[in-house]
């Protein structure tokens, strides 16, 4: 089977993978939400009567697990312009579920009509008066849970669909040269203009986003009040899911308030390129100008990213952008205060095998600034979109000592990442315990919220019998399943340690996990093909994005790690040439 062919048939089996998700939540909107959403809407204009209980019952089912899901009934009879009509629809939901104490206090009131023959109110569609219920309001709770529901099967199901239909689909510039590519996709380098803060404008799109994420959420948090305050066992508690709708937009919020700050304060900031544009091959420097001014003893960090984005489109046709690193670099500049702004220059060496800036289209590649500070109240982060070509120019910009600190910076990072030990002919280094832990904490956590979440599902009743078999598969299966992998990947990282040894002859490997001994490898030295570096992963915080990288060889058709988590690609090269330097790889 040839690799086309392997790839038609993988993508193929995604697809049919998600379909049954995908169906499944556009059935159950349909077929379930839908006809109780539009009887609602039809009721509030129905009209008034009174009628008589016949009889009435709560009917109730006990799961294996332990929990017990209720369902009022009752039939009734009334009057509408001397026609006698008999119905036995309670409220606008229909089945089982244990959302709330609704069942219960709707069958107490229902036994006490019936056994002091009280009349009860019924509300009937003047147009068809056979069509009537006895409540006519929305269970706001139980609403919002088979809203997530069938939101989250659909979702499921049309990413799954749409990446095996993605993946299915030939790439039309697969034939092409990307260097071709590249060097046909440039940009215009005549504007000289100062560069303003790429995100000047972003906060007011995070303002429309928070406002219209709190429009439908706090309303419906707040209507489904009654059902919270219901809550009596430890079944009922899933209707506090609802809660975490308001909690996301009061985030939102946050975030749309910091945003305005930081235009207030630095909106009118701007960047002057020195040279320009940028060069990759020679140096990126220049100065900003801040238009606020920093207290005197604040330190900057500047940091010069190269990064690639690829537009993608889901299966709703709606776009997606994503960003990774190429190559980033970082220093260390202390502003300098004039008047009230104060002034920040900067200055890198870029390797000449980067590319130049591209004009945004589905991939391209583009250059970033981002410049930092703690600061007290809001700390200070700008980012600016700065043009990079092809070349070797230098800037006029002057930093005495710059390259004598960067390097002794470097060797000290280098140093404390490998934990480098000379002993005669032999070189020692190793990746200890405790690696990337924020990034393993913060998976960690992720991976647990997943898992107990569909843990928790699959030994609850929740809601109706027809969606609690495949709620709790798609909770155990896919939320579980991705759950614990998250939370393994989080874990295995600080947990683990790789020691090497590198003599004359042979390159010795072994991995420790909490202190026991995984594998133990010896390679000779001359069936290495290959020594590179890898990214391994990243992590991301705010608007800092930080890949990790791992020193790998190749031998044999094989590879294997020999030193990991080196922050980022400049101290990666920096490794690969002190070892090549030091040892015998190649």
């Keep these: 089977m040839g690799l086309t062919e392997g790839k038609g048939k993988r993508s193929l089996m995604l697809t049919l993978f998600g379909l049954p998700f995908f169906c499944f939540g556009i059935g159950f909107g349909y077929f379930k939400l839908w006809p109780e959403l539009s ?21 109730s089912s006990r ?5 017990t899901t209720y369902e009022v009934k009752a039939r009734y009879r009334y009057q509408v312009d001397g026609r006698e009509f008999e119905s036995a629809r309670v409220g606008i939901h229909t089945g089982k579920d244990n959302i709330g104490r609704y069942h219960q206090t709707w069958s107490r009131q229902l036994s006490q009509s019936h056994q002091n023959r009280l009349p009860v109110t019924v509300w009937y569609d003047p147009r068809q008066p056979s069509r009537s219920l006895l409540d006519r309001d929305l269970r706001w709770g ?51 203009s100062p560069i303003a803060p790429s995100a000047a404008m972003g906060h007011w799109g995070m303002w429309f986003f928070a406002v219209v994420w709190n429009a439908i959420s706090f309303p419906a948090a707040l209507a489904g009040w009654d059902e919270i305050r219901s809550i009596r066992s430890a079944e009922d508690y899933l209707v506090l899911l609802i809660l975490l709708f308001p909690l996301v937009g009061l ?10 700050i930081l235009h207030v304060r630095y909106g009118q900031s701007c960047l002057v390129m020195d040279p320009n544009p940028g060069q990759a091959g020679g140096q990126v420097g220049g100065e ?48 300098r205060r004039e008047a009230d702004q104060t002034k920040i220059q900067f200055l890198f060496d870029v390797p000449g095998d980067l590319p130049a800036s591209q004009p945004q ?29 092809q070349g070797e120019r230098h800037s006029l910009i002057r930093m005495p000592g710059r390259e004598r600190r960067q390097q002794l910076q470097r060797t000290q990072e280098l140093a404390q990442v490998l934990n480098i030990e000379q002993k005669g002919d032999t070189l020692y280094l190793n990746s200890e315990y ?67 040894a590198i003599d004359r002859h042979h390159v010795h490997v072994r991995r420790l996990f909490l202190g026991r001994e995984v594998y133990r490898r010896s390679i000779p030295l001359d069936s290495i093909t290959r020594f590179d570096a890898h990214k391994n992963s990243s992590t991301s915080s705010g608007s800092r994005t930080r890949n990790w990288f791992q020193l790998r060889i190749h031998h044999d058709g094989r590879r294997q790690p020999i030193a990991e988590s080196i922050p980022g690609r400049v101290l990666a090269d920096e490794a690969l040439a002190f070892l090549r330097t030091h040892t015998g790889l190649p």
């Design 288 to 335: 900003i100008t801040l238009s606020k001014a920093l207290p005197l003893d604040a330190q900057c960090e500047v940091r010069l990213e190269c990064l690639h984005s690829r537009e993608t489109r889901n299966a709703k046709g709606e776009r997606r952008t994503s960003t990774s690193v190429l190559w980033q670099d970082m220093m260390m500049a202390p502003g």
């Design 361 to 389: 289209s589905k991939d391209w590649k583009h250059w970033k600034v981002h410049v930092a500070a703690d600061i007290p109240g809001l700390d200070l982060a700008l980012d600016f979109a700065v043009p990079v070509a």
């Design 39 to 59: 009887i609602w809407m039809s009721a509030a204009s129905w009209q008034q009567t009174e009628g008589q209980l016949v009889s009435t019952r709560l009917d």
């Design 251 to 260: 985030f939102l919020i946050w975030q749309a308030i910091k945003g305005s």
């Design 434 to 500: 405790g690696r990337e832990r924020t990034g393993s904490i913060l998976a960690f956590l992720f991976g647990s919220i997943f898992l107990a979440a569909g843990i928790g599902i699959g030994f609850a009743q929740v809601g109706p019998a027809l969606i609690a078999i495949p709620m709790k598969l798609l909770f155990c299966t896919v939320f579980g399943g991705v759950g614990l992998l998250i939370m393994l990947i989080g874990l295995l990282t600080p947990t683990t340690r790789l020691d090497t």
């Design 63 to 67: 799961s294996s697990e332990g929990s």
């Design 142 to 192: 139980l609403m919002a849970m088979q809203l997530a529901f069938a939101g989250v099967f659909s979702l499921v199901g049309a990413v799954l669909m749409g990446a095996g239909l993605r993946r299915g689909k030939s790439d039309p510039d697969a034939g092409t040269d990307p260097v071709a590519a590249d060097s046909v996709s440039t940009l215009d380098f005549s504007d000289r």
